[in-house]
């Protein structure tokens, strides 16, 4: 197996130096979390598995030096995107970082909703699609990460259909009332690229139940246990939330850097007491609160005063952005106005640099510090907490949590406090500072055996697993575009062949009103091509009969009304398939109103031997509960009643038990040599579920049977095809190669 890795970044940053162009590692969260799982790769010779990282390597490469550059590359198991600057300040630092970052991070006052933008987010997408495909190779598995990638997805499983896929979420996923912000276009443009994942990771079980919801409420996909069943394939929607790597924070560099980190902070804080503020300049990210929790914590412990030094370090980012030189002014001016209000000659309260720290720094920063105080506003994860928890190697150390973190779900032993409280930051700063050790040891105790059980090889590691076993499960029903050569073998070969297909979802797309699906002169004169002296097309639907007869009356063909209820076989008139009683229906249809009436956009079809309830133009989650109460209802009310209760797509139904889609169909299905049943709803189970048993059996149906389920709802059939669409193009096919034959 070889695994891709696909991100905006590469972990290699190309740098210019003395005119030449070099690489050097890059940080960041992602980075050096996937690191420690591929050198665990690299060095574990049980697993047979390569890697490619594929990526924008940092810097506009001209032309002439991209083949040298991607040969360079190559060597490092990196794949370089070569992106122009252009492209970059209208991707990256436009639609990126001015529309989809503060949107999710719940600043939608600092949105900016520009359409070129969005089409320049949609061509980088389509530019790492083809960059990905230049690369794949057969039993390859892609991982996307991250939201300047969410159209990815999709755009590769247009090209690779069975191909796993896995998308992971590295920020948080907005709930559906900030989602919809976003123009309805691209907010569904976004949702449909995510959804051509296999497997779809977050953080917290939180993110993942926005996703879900915006789903049902803007595509109308209902999820089972986090499985949404798309068009083509089934979509796993769970939680992973990232680790870190452990030992990397709870170990001594080797080198004497560390040391003398180590000996300059004793020197500088000897006698004080340290709170620490690690963060990326970033408005989500609290900096201010957090200043003005730490002014409010000095003016009501005036005992603290020369007894607490706040580290704050920031780390410059997104330069080029304007809301982030503002906030930077802003910081600076805090700081200023603390330091000079409560310092004195012999006490700064605030020791402030804007600049990246390596790993060396940081790490004794965490060993010094007995406060950590992490306050985002909203973060996906913020893995500085889980670092900070796990560098405490004598267990000692308090750290102070945003709830609106997610690490704030793994990591319920801190103190954990909402960031937009100043009262209760400053609350939490004396809290944490006056607290004995016996105390500070039993919350990380348990903190760091969590962080070391769940460290980010086992994130990486579970959502890889997880993916194979969700691909793997796709493989229940086999695509039929791996089997179209037999189908075609078995209809031209065959002397009598019969064909049993649905309507609605099979041969044209659900509608919001049922009369709105009248078939167009391409269906009419699709039907009428395939039917034949020689090939019986039988339209077997839910539909009544009036309907059918109004719009493919006229053609030669057999029409079967209400399930089986009506039969009217080609040349002759409808006729009852068995005896029938309809006199229950006065009895539901006051029910049915009254759901009718409570749900808005609802309505009721009568038909001769049926009645059906229709949701689907009503709001998808209220729909969704009015239809489980109703279900619930009509089991019971009719629990004496020998009639059979249906729940299909956005339809509740309600007909005679005696009739099913499976034993009208098996009736018709004598001295054929060729049978194709399609079908995309629970009703056409039962005529799956007769045509698999009649098989087994020899004699009883031709060797050429094909059973063929639209969507990938589980099914009895023995092959599915995405959509309706995709059952035109192959009866097209079988209709324009019989004429060929003939």
Same mark, same amino acid.
């Not at 594929?54 to 060597?75: A, C, H, R, Y």
């Given at each position: 197996?070889?695994?891709?890795?696909?991100?905006?970044?590469?972990?290699? #940053?190309?740098?210019?130096?003395?005119?030449?162009?070099?690489?050097?590692?890059?940080?960041?969260?992602?980075?050096?979390?996937?690191?420690?799982?591929?050198?665990?790769?690299?060095?574990?010779?049980?697993?047979?598995?390569?890697?490619?990282?594929?990526?924008?390597?940092?810097?506009?490469?001209?032309?002439?030096?991209?083949?040298? %550059?991607?040969?360079?590359?190559?060597?490092l198991h990196a794949s370089p995107v070569f992106l122009s600057e252009e492209a970059m300040d209208k991707f990256?630092?436009?639609?990126?970082?001015?529309?989809?970052?503060?949107?999710?991070?719940?600043?939608?006052?600092?949105?900016?909703?520009?359409?070129?933008?969005?089409?320049?987010?949609?061509?980088?997408?389509?530019?790492?699609?083809?960059?990905?495909?230049?690369?794949?190779?057969?039993?390859?598995?892609?991982?996307?990460?991250?939201?300047?990638?969410?159209?990815?997805?999709?755009?590769?499983?247009?090209?690779?259909?069975?191909?796993?896929?896995?998308?992971?979420?590295?920020?948080?996923?907005?709930?559906?009332?900030?989602?919809?912000?976003?123009?309805?276009?691209?907010?569904?443009?976004?949702?449909?690229?995510?959804?051509?994942? #296999?497997?779809?990771?977050?953080?917290?079980?939180?993110?993942?139940?926005?996703?879900?919801?915006? %789903?049902?409420?803007?595509?109308?996909?209902?999820?089972?246990?986090?499985?949404?069943?798309?068009?083509?394939?089934?979509?796993?929607?769970?939680?992973?939330?990232?680790?870190?790597?452990?030992?990397?924070?709870?170990? #001594?560099?080797?080198?004497?850097?560390?040391?003398?980190?180590?000996?300059?902070?004793?020197?500088?804080?000897?006698?004080?007491?340290?709170?620490?503020?690690?963060?990326?300049?970033?408005?989500?990210?609290?900096?201010?609160?957090?200043?003005?929790?730490?002014?409010?914590?000095?003016?009501?412990?005036?005992?603290?005063?020369?007894?607490?030094?706040?580290?704050?370090?920031?780390?410059?980012?997104?330069?080029?952005?304007?809301?982030?030189?503002?906030?930077?002014?802003?910081?600076?001016?805090?700081?200023?106005?603390?330091?000079?209000?409560?310092?004195?000659?012999?006490?700064?309260?605030?020791?402030?640099?804007?600049?990246?720290?390596?790993?060396?720094?940081?790490?004794?920063?965490?060993?010094?510090?007995?406060?950590?105080?992490?306050?985002?506003?909203?973060?996906?994860?913020?893995?500085?907490?889980?670092?900070?928890?796990?560098?405490?190697?004598?267990?000692?150390?308090?750290?102070?949590?945003?709830?609106?973190?997610?690490?704030?779900?793994?990591?319920?032993?801190?103190?954990?406090?909402?960031?937009?409280?100043?009262?209760?930051?400053?609350?939490?700063?004396?809290?944490?500072?006056?607290?004995?050790?016996?105390?500070?040891?039993?919350?990380?105790?348990?903190?760091?055996?969590?962080?070391?059980?769940?460290?980010?090889?086992?994130?990486?590691?579970?959502?890889?697993?997880?993916?194979?076993?969700?691909?793997?499960?796709?493989?229940?029903?086999?695509?039929?575009?791996?089997?179209?050569?037999?189908?075609?073998?078995?209809?031209?070969?065959?002397?009598?062949?019969?064909?049993?297909?649905?309507?609605?979802?099979?041969?044209?797309?659900?509608?919001?009103?049922?009369?709105?699906?009248?078939?167009?002169?391409?269906?009419?004169?699709?039907?009428?091509?395939?039917?034949?002296?020689?090939?019986?097309?039988?339209?077997?639907?839910?539909?009544?009969?009036?309907?059918?007869?109004?719009?493919?009356?006229?053609?030669?063909?057999?029409?079967?009304?209400?399930?089986?209820?009506?039969?009217?076989?080609?040349?002759?008139?409808?006729?009852?398939?068995?005896?029938?009683?309809?006199?229950?229906?006065?009895?539901?249809?006051?029910?049915?109103?009254?759901?009718?009436?409570?749900?808005?956009?609802?309505?009721?079809?009568?038909?001769?031997?049926?009645?059906?309830?229709?949701?689907?133009?009503?709001?998808?989650?209220?729909?969704?509960?009015?239809?489980?109460?109703?279900?619930?209802?009509?089991?019971?009310?009719?629990? #004496?009643?020998?009639?059979?209760?249906?729940?299909?797509?956005?339809?509740?139904?309600?007909?005679?038990?005696?009739?099913?889609?499976?034993?009208?169909?098996?009736?018709?299905?004598?001295?054929?040599?060729?049978?194709?049943?399609?079908?995309?709803?629970?009703?056409?189970?039962?005529?799956?579920?007769?045509?698999?048993?009649?098989?087994?059996?020899?004699?009883?149906?031709?060797?050429?049977?094909?059973?063929?389920? %639209?969507?990938?709802?589980?099914?009895?059939?023995?092959?599915?095809?995405?959509?309706?669409?995709?059952?035109?193009?192959?009866?097209?096919?079988?209709?324009?190669?019989?004429?060929?034959?003939?």
């Amino acid at each position: 197996m070889r695994l891709l890795i696909v991100s905006n970044r590469l972990p290699l #940053n190309g740098v210019q130096k003395e005119g030449k162009l070099v690489f050097e590692q890059s940080a960041g969260g992602l980075v050096s979390g996937l690191s420690a799982y591929l050198d665990l790769l690299k060095s574990t010779s049980a697993q047979d598995i390569e890697y490619v990282w594929i990526g924008w390597p940092g810097i506009t490469v001209q032309d002439k030096m991209q083949t040298e %550059v991607k040969s360079v590359l190559g060597d490092l198991h990196a794949s370089p995107v070569f992106l122009s600057e252009e492209a970059m300040d209208k991707f990256y630092l436009g639609f990126c970082n001015k529309i989809i970052w503060p949107l999710f991070h719940y600043f939608p006052s600092n949105t900016v909703y520009d359409k070129d933008y969005w089409l320049q987010y949609q061509e980088v997408n389509k530019i790492f699609r083809d960059a990905v495909l230049e690369e794949i190779k057969p039993g390859d598995v892609i991982w996307v990460h991250d939201y300047h990638l969410m159209l990815l997805p999709g755009l590769l499983r247009e090209k690779l259909p069975h191909t796993p896929i896995g998308f992971f979420l590295h920020i948080p996923f907005p709930s559906y009332e900030l989602y919809r912000l976003l123009p309805s276009a691209w907010g569904q443009e976004i949702l449909r690229g995510l959804l051509g994942a #296999n497997l779809i990771g977050f953080h917290t079980h939180e993110y993942a139940q926005y996703f879900l919801r915006s %789903v049902l409420r803007i595509l109308g996909y209902e999820h089972k246990l986090g499985q949404i069943l798309s068009q083509d394939h089934a979509v796993k929607v769970d939680t992973f939330p990232m680790g870190i790597d452990y030992q990397r924070y709870h170990s #001594n560099p080797t080198g004497s850097e560390f040391e003398q980190n180590l000996k300059e902070l004793e020197q500088l804080l000897d006698g004080f007491k340290a709170v620490l503020s690690v963060d990326r300049l970033d408005y989500s990210k609290g900096i201010s609160n957090r200043l003005q929790g730490y002014k409010l914590f000095l003016e009501n412990n005036p005992q603290w005063r020369e007894q607490v030094v706040l580290l704050m370090i920031v780390v410059p980012s997104r330069v080029g952005v304007e809301h982030y030189q503002q906030m930077k002014r802003q910081i600076d001016e805090l700081v200023g106005e603390i330091n000079g209000r409560f310092g004195t000659l012999n006490w700064t309260p605030i020791i402030y640099q804007y600049k990246f720290l390596p790993l060396n720094s940081l790490l004794a920063m965490y060993r010094q510090s007995d406060v950590a105080l992490i306050t985002p506003l909203r973060d996906g994860m913020n893995l500085i907490a889980k670092e900070y928890v796990a560098a405490r190697t004598d267990q000692t150390g308090v750290l102070i949590l945003s709830e609106m973190a997610g690490a704030a779900k793994e990591l319920g032993e801190a103190l954990i406090i909402n960031p937009n409280n100043i009262e209760a930051i400053a609350g939490a700063l004396q809290q944490a500072l006056a607290m004995p050790e016996t105390e500070q040891k039993k919350r990380n105790v348990v903190m760091q055996q969590r962080l070391k059980r769940y460290d980010v090889v086992r994130w990486s590691g579970d959502f890889i697993q997880e993916l194979l076993q969700v691909q793997k499960g796709q493989s229940r029903t086999r695509p039929l575009d791996q089997h179209k050569q037999a189908l075609h073998a078995g209809f031209h070969q065959a002397g009598k062949r019969l064909l049993l297909v649905d309507y609605d979802g099979t041969l044209v797309p659900f509608t919001d009103s049922p009369d709105q699906a009248k078939p167009d002169k391409e269906l009419l004169d699709l039907l009428k091509s395939l039917a034949n002296a020689d090939t019986e097309v039988v339209i077997i639907s839910g539909r009544d009969r009036a309907i059918l007869e109004t719009w493919l009356g006229s053609l030669d063909i057999t029409l079967v009304a209400e399930h089986g209820a009506w039969l009217k076989r080609r040349g002759e008139q409808w006729s009852l398939s068995k005896p029938l009683v309809n006199s229950w229906k006065r009895q539901l249809i006051p029910m049915l109103e009254m759901y009718a009436d409570r749900l808005p956009g609802s309505f009721i079809e009568e038909k001769e031997f049926s009645l059906a309830w229709h949701f689907r133009q009503a709001d998808p989650e209220l729909s969704a509960a009015c239809a489980r109460e109703l279900m619930d209802e009509l089991v019971a009310f009719t629990s #004496n009643i020998d009639i059979h209760i249906l729940q299909g797509n956005k339809v509740i139904e309600v007909r005679n038990s005696e009739v099913t889609k499976g034993s009208t169909g098996l009736h018709l299905t004598d001295n054929y040599d060729f049978i194709l049943a399609i079908g995309d709803d629970t009703t056409d189970e039962d005529l799956f579920a007769i045509l698999a048993l009649e098989h087994s059996w020899p004699g009883m149906l031709p060797p050429n049977t094909f059973t063929i389920r %639209v969507g990938t709802d589980k099914s009895q059939a023995s092959y599915f095809l995405p959509s309706y669409v995709e059952v035109k193009e192959m009866l097209q096919e079988l209709a324009a190669g019989r004429t060929q034959n003939n």
